[in-house]
């Protein structure tokens, strides 16, 4: 295959890689806590021959937006918002510790706060947080700190604190779906974040700027596809050409 040729495929794996992010991003555009992607290319150039080069476009690194998303007012006891940077702890099912931002929780049938998935948020200790079984009114303040009223609203005990933590690097963490990330780096406690009760952390994505950006990444592997086509067309002109010229 000639270089123009290989020019114009590596625009048109770059571009749907791009499609398939902006795609994701407009899909989860109402999905709690859920942070945009980005990708960022380089252009390798290479000179196959003196005097020549060729500028191919290479994938080099998806990165993930972590700026907070809208919180908005649910009144429910147990959403749970984090104003600023930093994730709740929640046990994943084989032990380990994942991280999440999306705060709608529910306490299961064992007392235990748990995610919607089933899976138990920790406190700050790294311990699943119990719940009287005669609670009538959770309490949580912006540090952490959960309070019930119990016995019919005649007691007010103190029952844990929701652990906040955050990393160095973000962008290490892996998703596991469900708003879930784990990472091998070691948790730091969050110390420039609040916690907002009876609200939710919306997804950062802004729906017009991804449709708009969808749209023209579309134009442009349509633009690719085209001189493709076009170089094809040309390269088969210039072999039947020649091959008149050898007979």
């Given at each position: 295959?000639q270089?123009?040729?290989?020019?114009?495929?590596?625009?048109?794996?770059?571009?749907?890689?791009?499609?398939?992010?902006?795609?994701?991003?407009?899909?989860?555009?109402?999905?709690?806590?859920?942070?945009?992607?980005?990708?960022?290319?380089?252009?390798?150039?290479?000179?196959?021959?003196?005097?020549?080069?060729?500028?191919?476009?290479?994938?080099?690194?998806?990165?993930?937006?972590?700026?907070?998303?809208?919180?908005?007012?649910?009144?429910?006891?147990?959403?749970?918002?984090?104003?600023?940077?930093?994730?709740?702890?929640?046990?994943?099912?084989?032990g380990?510790?994942?991280?999440?931002?999306?705060?709608?929780?529910?306490v299961?049938?064992?007392?235990?706060?748990?995610?919607?998935?089933?899976?138990?948020?920790?406190?700050?200790?790294?311990?699943?947080?119990?719940?009287?079984e005669?609670?009538?009114?959770?309490n949580?303040?912006?540090d952490?700190?959960?309070?019930?009223?119990?016995?019919?609203?005649?007691?007010?005990?103190?029952?844990?604190?929701?652990?906040?933590?955050?990393?160095?690097?973000?962008?290490?963490?892996?998703?596991?779906?469900?708003?879930?990330?784990?990472?091998?780096?070691?948790?730091?406690?969050?110390?420039?974040?609040?916690?907002?009760?009876?609200?939710?952390?919306?997804?950062?994505?802004?729906?017009?700027?991804?449709?708009?950006?969808?749209?023209?990444?579309?134009?442009?592997?349509?633009?690719?596809?085209?001189?493709?086509?076009?170089?094809?067309?040309?390269?088969?002109?210039?072999?039947?050409?020649?091959?008149?010229?050898?007979?």
């Amino acid at each position: 295959m000639q270089s123009p040729s290989l020019v114009l495929l590596s625009d048109q794996q770059a571009l749907t890689r791009v499609m398939d992010i902006v795609a994701n991003n407009v899909a989860n555009s109402s999905t709690t806590a859920f942070k945009r992607e980005g990708i960022e290319f380089d252009t390798l150039l290479e000179q196959p021959a003196p005097g020549q080069s060729l500028s191919f476009v290479v994938d080099r690194a998806t990165y993930r937006d972590a700026s907070t998303g809208p919180i908005t007012d649910t009144g429910n006891q147990l959403d749970l918002a984090i104003q600023g940077p930093g994730y709740f702890q929640v046990q994943m099912p084989d032990g380990s510790t994942g991280y999440t931002r999306a705060g709608a929780f529910q306490v299961n049938s064992e007392g235990q706060i748990t995610t919607l998935a089933g899976l138990p948020v920790l406190s700050d200790g790294g311990a699943p947080i119990d719940i009287p079984e005669t609670t009538t009114q959770i309490n949580v303040s912006g540090d952490g700190f959960i309070t019930a009223r119990t016995d019919n609203n005649t007691n007010l005990a103190q029952i844990g604190k929701i652990g906040v933590v955050n990393f160095d690097d973000e962008q290490q963490m892996q998703p596991q779906g469900a708003g879930i990330y784990t990472t091998s780096q070691a948790p730091e406690p969050a110390t420039k974040s609040a916690i907002v009760q009876g609200a939710l952390e919306q997804s950062n994505v802004s729906p017009i700027t991804e449709m708009t950006n969808l749209i023209q990444v579309q134009r442009l592997y349509e633009m690719a596809s085209n001189l493709v086509s076009q170089e094809n067309t040309r390269l088969n002109n210039a072999i039947n050409e020649l091959s008149k010229t050898t007979t």
